[in-house]
């Protein structure tokens, strides 16, 4: 059986991600439209590797946060909510977009009346 106690030797031992932002392009065509459209969105993105490794393919200039953890299911879950934010926001945008397909413009009313 896993003991989830820390130990000293887990206490001194740190789990590290780097967490930084980038701006994301999303790209559609409306129907009946040449033109291609985006939509941009900053999130949040989960470097794993190192920050020699970070530094290297971003530069110095990126800003970034370092997060350490005393254990790895910490680090797991910091990662997961990462992730799910992520996966909210590309949701929140599919949804506009295909609102924008369907309507040909910005819709964000009801479609009947529930009374």
Same mark, same amino acid.
């Given at each position: 059986?896993?003991?989830?106690?820390?130990?000293?030797?887990? $206490? $001194?031992?740190?789990?590290?991600?780097?967490?930084?932002?980038?701006?994301?392009?999303?790209? %559609?065509?409306?129907?009946?439209?040449?033109?291609?459209?985006?939509? $941009?969105r900053?999130?949040?993105?989960?470097?794993?590797?190192?920050?020699? =490794?970070?530094?290297?393919?971003?530069?110095?200039?990126k800003? %970034?946060?370092? %997060?350490?953890?005393?254990?790895?299911?910490?680090?797991k879950?910091?990662?997961?909510?990462?992730?799910?934010?992520?996966?909210?926001?590309?949701?929140?945008?599919?949804?506009?977009? =295909?609102?924008?397909?369907?309507?040909?413009?910005?819709?964000?009313?009801?479609?009947?009346?529930?009374?």
């Amino acid at each position: 059986m896993i003991n989830n106690e820390a130990t000293q030797d887990n $206490e $001194e031992r740190k789990f590290k991600v780097i967490m930084y932002e980038e701006t994301v392009e999303f790209k %559609y065509t409306l129907p009946d439209e040449d033109e291609e459209k985006i939509i $941009e969105r900053d999130i949040k993105i989960v470097w794993e590797d190192t920050l020699d =490794a970070f530094l290297e393919e971003h530069g110095s200039e990126k800003p %970034y946060k370092v %997060y350490t953890f005393r254990r790895e299911r910490e680090q797991k879950f910091f990662i997961d909510q990462i992730e799910n934010e992520t996966d909210e926001l590309i949701d929140e945008v599919q949804e506009e977009i =295909a609102n924008k397909m369907k309507f040909g413009f910005d819709f964000s009313g009801q479609l009947h009346n529930d009374d």
